[in-house]
């Protein structure tokens, strides 16, 4: 079937004028946080900068302990991401190639928890924590983490399981492979993929959770970025070179990520997560 | 129309994960699934370590959200660590309030709007991505991965600038446009334009994990399909309702239901955009139940409007959550 | 299988104890006095800006030396503040010092949250100030101590003004605006930033008309908004906002107005002496154009009315050290210290016989007659609940700057307010 000439560019056309509008929010956070104030605070706005200046990181980076943030922050999204995964894995497996009793019940119970909301339960949460003696650590933030993610990360990782053919683990065992030699020579190579991209998930939801590290920790020492973020954007709300700056350097570790993981988190999310 | 269509719509859409590797015929995967051998506690020690995190740290919090509202708890209660039962008082107060029932409409307003433009847009751009040549898809699938990456709280800051009264982008451009009421334009001033700047942001974020599901979903539909659509006659739209259509249906269902959870439950975005103002008219449920219960020291009551706020996600997704039941029956 | 097995539930078995038991870590040592203070370390919270780095300092020294403990300060932002303080006056080992605003006050010393202060008031009190140390005393106990007060000037930029023309500074309210118009005149500065909801500045215009937020009805508190003193408060407010480009729907922190002002083209804007500090921080060469000015009465014997802010130290009713808390509130609110703040800060003390630090000091000069006519918010438990965000006060403004007649406006957020007043403990 031939197309018109129309049918040829409109396609094109439309794709050029969609990428514009995605990439500009991300482009112009950066190109905001590169340029002089003067370039920023002006009448006709300076769609490229032409001078450069890395003052408003400078200013970013030099708030109280940020590199303690960066650390805390770090720690605590590779750990939950690691926590869920390993957690999730064994549910999806058992989701995925066993029969039994109640199966259907795990499921549901897995999407509702996907459900829960846990921005309104942080006063429940507090208080949990508080008389457990666990503020002004780490610990329950990493597990809470793990937490919010965790039923996405099951229903998905399930989905990955299925995809991957039975005959390739029965063969294995017919080798000679004890059930678990199966799952780690054959099923884990094959859902590498699929683990790389869940993650992508529970690092995004780690990365930026918000107000329960407002609430559970107060102790600066045991902060998380977003809140560097929120309040060095209540401080200098005004001076945009400095907030988006601040949003930059927080945004850069995930957009790496993502670039990073692209290819096999698009591949891999179809397989999955459509099977919400 | 005799399109085939069997065989790609089975239950909850693992048609879609076929795409992958040299998958057997689903009926032989059926066969083949022996328990010899089994032992049958097995899939419940496989799945212990997640149920019981489920349990201690969802089920805990829940539960213990729920005891709090029915309790009168404010800031003395909270600092004595008293205990004072009031019974469905909490309850009683905020559904016969002025103002529970208009956030509820709200909010399944607000979020209708962001899933219908979400799904609406979300496969246009993935149909569109499918249609692209090699090197066009690749620059708009990065396009869509930068924006689908940002973590939320950089990107509500980055929209608060582009909607800045004074030197933001948009007012600019919409300036030079000819609408020069729009020079000194305030967004967060009024309910409507903040919903737009905060529907504007959810939807930009949204629609990548939409568009490139659905288009790898696309990809594996069977050429075979459209073969014989064509050759039966059907024209372009004729084989879209007819095989996209049918083969996606799953895929488009679950994914509506999560962005029916993901949009309701939008936090960040709403709250940090304008704090639920101007005048409190941006509040939606997780926003309401934030400000009356931490924000207004009221925690007790913020109990309470938190379940139900649970209690109305419940009924919207209830439907999905039916089907969901059915279809796994019909699978295993 | 099995290894795997046995992981998992180790796992899960971790996450259940790290949950749930967490070991008791809080430090049960019973408080016993000066012996055991060596090693201890004590916590103040302070709020942003109001502490002076040298005055941080040397009561550290002081401390230290004296009790051979360490002194930690906290820094706490604005933001979100109540609840921050609430959670932590809940918790087992709370910061042990903490500064609570004056009108915030009554409302947790009803919480129970805070320990008595009487011994320290007998003991170094005596001679507070009476009328700074009434929000610190409810129900007839004493439950803070007054740290230091203050209440808002015209901060200007005086290149500006001399651009413009002007020669002197305002005396009345008229000439105060007729000056801001010469400046949007003459000038292409902004003549002063003031955003649409600095509501202690509102305060204290209702505080110079006379005007009260409240008024009793039976046995409680209501709201007076829609007093027509309030409005014509409120009016004043709109005349001034007339010549800012701030946002309407906007505080003074949002952004930080002194940092605003610091960029230099702003003629003058109306806040808190220390603030010029926080400008001069963010841009060193505004230093030599900052002056200061009593914000300017309708009459020129009588300047206008003032918000009184002021904050007082309060020590944690769970906090294992009192003792230990005293002692540095004895240290910190000394003559000594209690004067380098003041002479520091600008700040007005909580003795009147200290106020002799404030000379030479042009902040505080400008300020000191504005505090002989200021006021305070409603000093009842029921009022910070009105204050915590979102405040209707500030929508109310908003909404009369933005056109709606005072009356109305009062009338859509005066429910709100007595929901909030009528809320219970």
């Not at chain 1, 056309?13 to 950066?30: I, K, N, S």
């Not at chain 3, 604005?78 to 809940?90: H, M, R, V």
């Not at chain 3, 803070?144 to 500074?169: C, D, E, H, L, M």
Request: charged share 15%.
């Amino acid at each position: 079937m031939k197309r018109s000439l129309f049918g040829r560019i409109w396609p094109n056309a439309t794709a050029v004028v969609l990428f514009v509008g995605f990439v500009f929010p991300v482009y112009w956070m950066f190109a905001t946080a590169f340029k002089p104030t003067g370039d920023i605070i002006t009448e006709n706005p300076v769609w490229f900068p032409t001078h450069f200046t890395f003052g408003h990181f400078d200013k970013a980076v030099h708030a109280d302990h940020f590199w303690t943030l960066v650390a805390n922050s770090v720690t605590v999204t590779l750990c939950s991401v690691l926590l869920s995964l390993v957690i999730a894995l064994f549910a999806a497996f058992a989701l995925a190639r066993m029969r039994f009793k109640g199966r259907r019940g795990f499921i549901v119970t897995f999407m509702l928890a996907q459900m829960a909301p846990w921005e309104v339960m942080i006063i429940a949460i507090y208080m949990i924590v508080r008389d457990s003696d666990m503020l002004d650590s780490l610990v329950p933030l990493t597990v809470f983490y793990a937490m919010m993610v965790l039923p996405l990360t099951v229903l998905t990782l399930r989905g990955y399981i299925a995809a991957v053919p039975k005959e390739l683990e029965e063969s294995a065992m017919v080798d000679g492979c004890t059930r678990l030699q199966a799952f780690r020579k054959v099923i884990f190579p094959l859902l590498a993929p699929g683990l790389m991209a869940t993650s992508l998930f529970g690092f995004i939801t780690a990365w930026n959770e918000f107000p329960l590290v407002l609430i559970l920790n107060k102790d600066i020492e045991k902060q998380t970025l977003p809140l560097w973020l929120s309040q060095f954007q209540t401080a200098f709300g005004d001076d945009w070179g400095a907030t988006m700056a601040a949003s930059s350097l927080f945004a850069l570790p995930i957009l790496i990520l993502f670039i990073f993981l692209q290819r096999k988190a698009v591949s891999g999310l179809t397989d999955g997560a459509v099977k919400g | 129309m005799s399109v085939q269509t069997e065989g790609t719509d089975t239950a909850g859409g693992p048609a879609v994960r076929e795409g992958r590797a040299p998958a057997p015929p689903r009926g032989a995967d059926r066969a083949s699934r022996s328990p010899a051998g089994r032992p049958a506690a097995a899939p419940y020690l496989l799945l212990l370590p997640a149920l019981l995190a489920t349990l201690v740290l969802l089920g805990w919090p829940l539960v213990k959200n729920g005891m709090l509202s029915f309790q009168n708890l404010n800031p003395r209660q909270l600092i004595q660590h008293l205990t004072e039962w009031n019974g469905f008082h909490n309850y009683q107060q905020v559904l016969t309030g002025p103002d529970f029932w208009k956030v509820v409409e709200r909010s399944v307003l607000f979020t209708a709007a962001n899933v219908v433009l979400i799904m609406l847009f979300g496969t246009l751009i993935g149909l569109l991505l499918a249609r692209l040549g090699k090197k066009m898809r690749l620059t708009l699938l990065v396009g869509l991965v930068l924006a689908w990456a940002m973590p939320v709280i950089a990107a509500t800051t980055v929209y608060q600038w582009l909607f800045a009264q004074r030197f933001g982008v948009v007012n600019w451009v919409l300036d030079k446009l000819g609408w020069h009421s729009m020079a000194d334009y305030n967004w967060m001033g009024s309910q409507f334009s903040t919903f737009s700047v905060i529907v504007l942001l959810i939807v930009w974020q949204s629609i990548p994990f939409v568009a490139i599901n659905l288009y790898a979903a696309t990809t594996t539909i069977p050429k075979e399909l459209y073969e014989a659509a064509s050759l039966d006659g059907a024209g372009a739209w004729q084989s879209f309702t007819f095989v996209t259509l049918p083969f996606l249906r799953p895929f488009l269902y679950s994914t509506t239901f999560l962005e029916v959870i993901w949009v309701f439950k939008a936090f960040p975005q709403v709250f940090a955009m304008n704090e639920g103002g101007p005048d409190r008219l941006t509040e939606t449920l997780p926003i309401y139940a934030y400000v009356e219960g931490v924000g207004n020291q009221h925690f007790g009551v913020g109990a309470a409007i938190s379940f139900l706020t649970i209690l109305v996600l419940l009924v919207i997704t209830s439907y999905y959550l039916r089907m969901v039941l059915k279809q796994e029956e019909d699978e295993l | 299988m099995k290894r795997k097995l046995a992981s998992a539930i180790v796992i899960a078995g971790m996450m259940v104890s790290v949950a749930a038991c967490g070991g008791n870590s809080g430090n049960d040592s019973k408080d016993a006095g000066p012996e055991s203070w060596k090693g201890q370390t004590l916590t103040v919270w302070t709020m942003d800006g109001s502490a002076p780095p040298q005055w941080s300092k040397d009561v550290q020294a002081a401390f230290e030396k004296k009790t051979g403990a360490k002194l930690k300060f906290e820094t706490q932002k604005w933001d979100g503040i109540q609840q921050k303080i609430t959670t932590a006056l809940s918790e087992d080992n709370p910061p042990d010092v903490l500064e609570v605003g004056n009108t915030q006050t009554p409302a947790y010393a009803a919480t129970g949250g805070l320990a008595d202060l009487g011994d320290l008031k007998r003991s170094i009190g005596a001679d507070w100030t009476a009328s700074v140390s009434k929000s610190s005393v409810y129900e007839g106990k004493q439950y803070a101590a007054p740290w230091y007060f203050a209440n808002r000037v015209v901060i200007y930029n005086k290149k500006i003004w001399a651009q413009a023309g002007i020669k002197s500074t305002p005396k009345t309210r008229d000439e105060f605006l007729k000056d801001l118009d010469t400046i949007g005149k003459k000038t292409d500065a902004e003549p002063i930033y003031l955003p649409g909801q600095n509501w202690y500045f509102l305060d204290g215009l209702i505080v110079g008309q006379g005007g009260d937020l409240v008024k009793k009805q039976g046995d409680k508190y209501v709201s007076n908004l829609a007093d027509p003193k309030v409005a014509a408060a409120m009016e004043i407010y709109k005349k001034y906002a007339a010549y800012s480009k701030a946002p309407k729907d906007k505080d003074e922190a949002n952004p930080q107005q002194a940092a605003v002002f610091a960029k230099g083209k702003t003629g003058a804007f109306i806040g808190m002496g220390w603030e010029a500090a926080t400008a001069v921080q963010a841009n060193k060469s505004i230093e030599k154009d900052l002056g200061y000015f009593t914000i300017p009465g309708a009459t020129a014997d009588k300047p206008e009315g003032v918000f009184l802010g002021g904050s007082n130290l309060a020590v944690a009713q769970n906090s294992k050290k009192q003792s230990l808390a005293k002692e540095f509130l004895k240290i910190a609110l000394s003559d000594q210290y209690e004067g380098e703040l003041a002479k520091l800060s600008g700040v007005i003390p909580n003795k009147e016989s200290l106020e002799s630090n404030l000379k030479g000091n042009a902040a505080a000069e400008a300020a000191a007659p504005g505090a002989a006519v200021g006021g305070t918010t409603p000093l009842i438990p029921e009022w910070a609940a009105v204050e915590n965000t979102p405040n209707p006060i500030k929508s109310y403004m908003t909404a009369v700057l933005n056109g709606k007649a005072p009356a109305a406006a009062a009338k859509d957020v005066e429910g709100q307010i007595n929901q909030r007043l009528a809320q219970q403990n």
